[in-house]
């Protein structure tokens, strides 16, 4: 049992893999992040995404609709770009600080 404790694993899949009757999987061990650098991504959003009070601070509004999504823009604080990205032309919201 402290040979299966140690691995990470339960007692009877190390008993299973010692008689051959299925195979090692490992997992990878769960890499250890700074705690800073998770509650300053969770401040974005669970999905990478800005919060909708981010938004409107910027002149965005998202808006959900019959199952598209859309960003309307406040013409006094935004203006559409093309911008280039990785040589490729891309349209980009330019947003005018106060």
Do not use: S, Y
Not at 27 to 39: A, G, I, S
């Amino acid at each position: 049992m402290a040979k299966a404790h140690a691995a990470g694993l339960p007692n009877a899949t190390l008993m299973r893999e010692a008689l051959g009757l299925t195979e090692a999987r490992r997992r990878k061990p769960v890499p250890r992040v700074d705690p800073k650098l998770t509650f300053a991504i969770a401040r974005v959003g669970g999905k990478g995404l800005i919060t909708r009070p981010e938004m409107t601070a910027l002149g965005l509004t998202r808006i959900e609709q019959a199952g598209k999504t859309w960003v309307t823009l406040d013409p006094d604080r935004t203006e559409l770009k093309t911008c280039t990205m990785a040589q490729t032309p891309i349209i980009c919201i330019e947003i005018k600080e106060p």
